[in-house]
């Protein structure tokens, strides 16, 4: 086991022992029924580093050594290194090989009386929502043109720019939403932001008046909500059922309102998706009043199961729709760029409410998004991650069905990157404010996404994002103190 000496010079770190000496124990880890040979691998590894097995900076064996140690296939042992070194559990040096990393990720609360793991950077807990993975290869690309934009740096970065931001991405993103939502626009109709709630805020002060009525959905975003109601404008919550906003409830509730805001694709926090019929409804609604639908699409890219409907702002093509999206899930939420597309008949109105609040967006990381998109680099990366966050979405859902012994209902959502766990709605909410205190988790109540309706017991909890290994543990922990609530509390008809 010994490396083969090469012409290079030799790595400061220590070789690798030539005796076998990395005891994978498949059994005394968190393994995933049913799961694949590299998924099992990296979960048995993941245990070992974060149990102290191995040691931050040890070298791990050489791919073909550990396949002939194990027994795995050595594409399986390829795979499950890749992913460690996503996850932040390893790192790769060329020439010299793959090395426990010195600093490891958090994985759930610290066992009492033992030495906190050193966190890489300020990690959120498992659940937390609005955490992504960026794939190890689109790190290097964005780096690239990240550099590559430096070099070449230019007089636009010199003076003011054009509100909308540079043109170079707008024409990009236009091509990207063409392909991947079927909504076609001019450039001259795009508008970057530093993210949705941003781009809500813009649009709004441009489209309403003071004290306007604005439909939202009930459970809904409760950041737009706020938002909605920060700016001075009245949010009607709408409720929602299993096809999406209820628009009839809406005419009923504010038949003057000036704006709805939606989000169709998958529906936040249920996940519910949009029916055609409702869509048609909702654009019915808009034409005849004279409104306009601000539709957030801000996960759409990560459909899991069958091809999606086709956007609202696609359907209506972009009369009364503006279409809201954001790189902060499909690359990284620290990008601070999102982008909105607007109506021709607005797109004067929207940019000068642009220049009255901050004038133009940044430009220095426009060049390099463009070049993620024109590469190929940005729909490489998305291949790759939504196949990590849909194993994150299976895993989790079945560790939560099963050790929850039916206590939580966990219907599997077929796009997004966060899903719903329920309670029988017969349950206090109280059991499951109790079950998440006690469990440490992350995440949100789903009463808390609620502002008029009846809210349910359960929990919203992302998984994109997270390790495996972490989401295993920690959905064991908030079943088991679910259970243990709802035993201690019971069941009751009175709602917090």
């Not at 006690?438 to 996404?449: K, P, R």
Request: aromatic share 6%; net charge positive; proline share 8%.
């Amino acid at each position: 086991m010994q490396k083969i000496p090469t012409n290079s010079p030799a790595p400061a770190k220590p070789p690798f022992p030539s005796k076998p000496e990395l005891p994978l124990d498949l059994t005394g880890a968190h393994i995933t029924p049913g799961a694949s040979a590299a998924h099992r691998l990296y979960q048995a590894l993941c245990e070992m580093i974060v149990s102290g097995l191995v040691k931050p900076g040890e070298p791990l064996p050489p791919s073909r050594t550990l396949a002939r140690q194990t027994g795995f296939r050595r594409n399986a042992v390829v795979a499950a290194y890749e992913r460690l070194i996503a996850d932040g559990f390893a790192d790769a040096t060329v020439g010299s090989g793959t090395f426990v990393a010195t600093r490891i990720p958090a994985r759930g609360a610290a066992e009492p009386n033992k030495p906190k793991v050193v966190v890489e950077t300020p990690r959120q807990g498992a659940f937390a929502l609005g955490c992504t993975h960026i794939d190890e290869r689109a790190v290097q690309r964005f780096r690239a043109f990240v550099g590559r934009r430096m070099r070449a740096f230019g007089s636009e970065h010199l003076h003011y720019g054009d509100p909308r931001g540079s043109r170079e991405l707008r024409v990009a993103i236009a091509d990207h939403l063409l392909s991947a939502r079927g909504l076609r626009c001019d450039p001259d109709q795009i508008m970057l932001t530093s993210g949705t709630l941003h781009a809500l805020r813009i649009v709004l002060s441009a489209i309403l008046k003071s004290n306007d009525q604005v439909w939202c959905e009930d459970p809904g975003y409760p950041a737009a909500r706020k938002t909605v109601a920060h700016c001075g404008y009245r949010a009607v919550p709408i409720p929602v059922d299993e096809y999406g906003m209820r628009v009839a409830k809406g005419r009923i509730a504010a038949p003057s309102a000036r704006a709805a805001y939606v989000t169709p694709s998958h529906q936040f926090p249920l996940g519910v998706q949009m029916s055609m019929p409702r869509r048609l409804e909702l654009l019915d609604w808009a034409r005849q009043v004279g409104a306009f639908v601000l539709e957030d699409d801000y996960d759409s890219e990560f459909r899991y199961d069958g091809a999606p409907l086709m956007s609202l702002a696609g359907i209506d093509r972009l009369q009364r729709v503006i279409y809201l999206g954001t790189f902060a899930k499909t690359l990284f939420p620290g990008l601070r760029i999102g982008y909105c597309a607007l109506p021709e008949r607005l797109i004067a109105d929207v940019t000068a409410a642009r220049a009255a609040l901050d004038r133009f967006p940044g430009t220095l990381m426009e060049g390099a998004v463009a070049d993620m998109l024109n590469s190929g680099a940005f729909a490489a990366n998305l291949k790759r991650v939504r196949k990590l966050y849909r194993e994150a979405r299976d895993v989790l859902a079945e560790t939560l069905e099963v050790a929850s012994d039916g206590a939580l209902s966990v219907p599997v959502p077929s796009q997004g990157l966060h899903l719903v766990a329920r309670f029988d709605p017969s349950v206090d909410l109280s059991v499951a404010a109790h079950a998440k205190h006690a469990a440490g988790a992350e995440g949100w109540l789903l009463a808390d996404t609620y502002s008029r309706g009846r809210p349910l017991p359960g929990f919203v909890l992302g998984f994109s994002g997270h390790p495996v290994p972490q989401l295993v543990a920690s959905a064991e922990r908030l079943a088991r103190e679910s259970r243990a609530a709802l035993g201690a509390r019971g069941r009751s008809t009175r709602r917090a």
